[in-house]
């Protein structure tokens, strides 16, 4: 019998890139140093920086030995955060994804040979994720790890009633069959990893691994998530959920999430004395407790949380 050769798969890295020349270095390098037994492509997409992005991009592009895994695009308009990842996601060819933005960076060399050896002998899960740290825009590290419930396993429903943190940079997934994300995805504001991993998880459940060093969140006045108010992650992340609430209707823990992240708003907008804006929002449940009856759950839970906060 002739030997078979054993076909290697191919690793798509997505990276957007906006005005992140002070940073895409880290970036670029945390990929091109990856050891793997496979073929890997580093899709970069620059949302028409003003800045010296481009020109990192292109000098490691020149001069770096794994250079020719650049496969680069600068948009000639700005697209926006949303349509640049989809861009981007949409020109890997990969038979894996793995997500890097430009700011972000990853410690590990073999990263990504572990992670997809597990996936391939793991066909239950869609995708593997690992801790993390964040640093400031120095690179002083100020934040160690994810909590500690949030290193585990997940469901598709579970990661939706828990909203627990999969940091990006931490994540590789096998590209389904049919990869085609909802046009509702088109309409997310800037948090399009929560919508991507809700869709990702409907192919199977994502694995922790604790045995791959921690990718780099950095945190700079022009991070898209990072310089956001704690109010203005609950709006952001209200738009994600009704968006996905639009994209896969039907589906209680959606439902419950949007009634949770309402309630959060009306307390943020309280603190920060925008009570037309509070009470929008909380009687926006009240009212949508008849529809939704199961809100009821979320309803109680929440007043308890503000009695014994009351009591501290």
């Known amino acids: 019998m002739e030997n078979q050769t054993m076909v290697k798969p191919k690793l798509s890295v997505c990276m957007i890139a906006y005005n992140v020349g002070r940073f895409i270095g880290d970036a670029i390098d945390g990929v091109l140093n990856q050891k793997a037994d496979f073929n890997i492509e580093l899709v970069i997409s620059n949302?028409?920086?003003?800045?010296?992005?481009?020109?990192?991009?292109?000098?490691?592009?020149?001069?770096?030995?794994?250079?020719?895994?650049?496969?680069?695009?600068?948009?000639?308009?700005?697209?926006?955060?949303?349509?640049?990842?989809?861009?981007?996601?949409?020109?890997?060819?990969?038979?894996?994804?793995?997500?890097?933005?430009?700011?972000?960076?990853?410690?590990?060399?073999?990263?990504?040979?572990?992670?997809?050896?597990?996936?391939?002998?793991?066909?239950?899960?869609?995708?593997?994720f690992h801790n993390r740290h964040k640093c400031d825009i120095n690179g002083k590290i100020i934040s160690s790890s994810i909590q500690k419930h949030e290193k585990r396993n997940w469901r598709l429903d579970d990661f939706i009633s828990e909203k627990p943190e999969i940091p990006s940079a931490s994540v590789i997934f096998r590209k389904p069959l049919i990869f085609k994300l909802p046009m509702e995805f088109q309409k997310v504001v800037i948090n399009g990893d929560t919508f991507l991993w809700v869709y990702t998880l409907k192919f199977g459940d994502f694995y922790f691994d604790a045995n791959i060093g921690p990718s780099v969140y950095r945190i700079h006045p022009q991070g898209?998530?990072?310089?956001?108010?704690?109010?203005?992650?609950?709006?952001?992340?209200?738009?994600?959920?009704?968006?996905?609430?639009?994209?896969?209707?039907?589906?209680?823990?959606v439902k419950s999430q949007i009634f949770n992240i309402r309630?959060?708003?009306?307390?943020?907008?309280?603190?920060?004395?925008?009570?037309?804006?509070?009470?929008?929002y909380y009687f926006s449940n009240i009212f949508g407790l008849l529809a939704y009856p199961r809100g009821f759950k979320v309803f109680l839970s929440f007043h308890k949380s503000i009695v014994f906060k009351g009591r501290r």
């Open 47 to 128: 949302d028409c920086s003003s800045d010296n992005t481009e020109e990192v991009v292109l000098k490691f592009a020149q001069d770096h030995p794994q250079g020719n895994w650049i496969k680069y695009k600068r948009q000639e308009k700005n697209l926006g955060s949303t349509l640049n990842y989809l861009w981007a996601l949409d020109n890997c060819t990969g038979d894996f994804i793995a997500i890097c933005d430009g700011d972000d960076y990853w410690t590990d060399a073999f990263k990504v040979q572990k992670q997809v050896d597990f996936l391939e002998s793991h066909p239950q899960y869609i995708g593997s």
């Open 224 to 253: 898209l998530w990072s310089s956001k108010s704690s109010y203005r992650k609950s709006q952001l992340s209200l738009n994600t959920y009704q968006l996905l609430d639009a994209a896969f209707p039907g589906r209680n823990s």
């Open 263 to 280: 309630f959060h708003l009306f307390y943020y907008a309280m603190k920060e004395k925008e009570l037309a804006a509070g009470l929008s």
